[in-house]
């Protein structure tokens, strides 16, 4: 949800008031716009025993890291006209990473949700906690929709390259404005490093943690079914029915997991069938099971599952990273077998 700005100031006002409610000894003498200083709010502090602070307060619609580093840089800017004076940045939500920001450039920050930090001459106070009370879901659907998760599934897989909007575009089958729209979304998180050349994935583990969080397993069509037939003579049939049929497929989950980091067990075969004439579960002897399946069959919810699709032992499995966001779903023995898979296999290309 954004927040017009006339609405931004007066709730802004509001939350510095609530952070310096807690010293008795400092009070607000006065607050007005600072037209030379970029329209920045100059508070004035008094304290009871007659010394004075001023507070310069810039403050912006958006929270995020990139935002918070402009804001700082701008406020170092207009101390040089307000000697002596603090700065602070002020948003609706200021994100862990935002704060540390500000920590790092040496600025205060304060948010319409609560949490604040203040340090300035014998002052300092911090709150920090406090959850998004702000409606981000529009930015969130954007990053983590179907076709800008192709976008991701690329940078991910190969975080070290640098990318040109074109290449990344044709590389990820998607539009060179979708691919301006995830990269808006990465710099906005700090989470993109630019050069001449183009620009690279800087925080990959951020994003994947964060996209993980975001995944939704259900949203490919799943079935279930039971087979008394072992795992591994399962996996091998739908393989050799796959590839004899022309079927693209790809196994995932555990299934995948356990070829490419040791120490996974599982008694489920978990496999991305795309969408075809041929009835893999039926040419399987798969037979429906609403409870006690050991077999799971997923149609895709968009084709951008089979990126970089390994083959491995005869078999072909997702890549790493869409393994990585499977398994994620599966609380307990699914996070740790992602996070096996992360320490030893995903992190080693980054």
Known sequence: MKIRQDELDIRGEQA??????????????????????????????????????KLLVEAKNNGQ????????????KYI???????????????????????????????????????????????????????????????????????????????PGRTWKIVELANEAGVSIGQISNVKKLLTDREWLRT??????????????????????????????FYSLKAVSEIEADLCAVCEQNGVRYALTGFSGAARLALGVRYQRVIAYVAKSEIDVAARLGLKEAPSGANVTLLTPYDEGVFYAVQEIGGSRIASS???????????????EAAQLLLDNVIKAKW
Request: glycine residues 10%; aromatic residues 10%.
């Open 16 to 53: 510095l008031r609530f952070c310096l409610a807690g010293i008795p000894f400092l009070r607000i003498a006065a607050m007005q716009k600072q037209p030379a200083c970029g329209d920045t709010l100059l508070v004035t502090l008094e304290s009871a025993g007659g010394g004075e602070q």
């Open 195 to 224: 050069g001449q050349g183009g620009f690279a994935l800087a925080e990959p583990q951020q994003l994947l943690s964060e996209w993980a969080k975001n995944y939704r397993f259900r949203k490919n069509a799943t079935k279930d």
């Open 80 to 158: 040089e006209s307000v000697p002596g004076a603090y700065g602070v940045f002020l948003a609706p939500y200021i994100s862990e990473a935002a704060a540390n920001i500000c920590v790092r450039e040496g600025v205060g920050y304060v948010d319409l949700a609560g949490n604040c930090r203040l340090c300035f001459g014998h002052i300092f106070i911090e709150r920090k906690g406090n959850p998004n009370p702000f409606n981000e879901k529009r930015d969130l659907r954007s990053l983590y929709s179907p076709k800008a998760e192709r976008v991701l599934r690329v940078l991910l897989t190969t």
């Open 65 to 76: 890291p990139r935002i918070a580093l402009g804001a700082a840089y701008a406020l170092h």
């Open 321 to 335: 990273i869409q393994i990585y966001l499977d398994l994620m779903s599966f609380r307990g023995r699914g996070e």
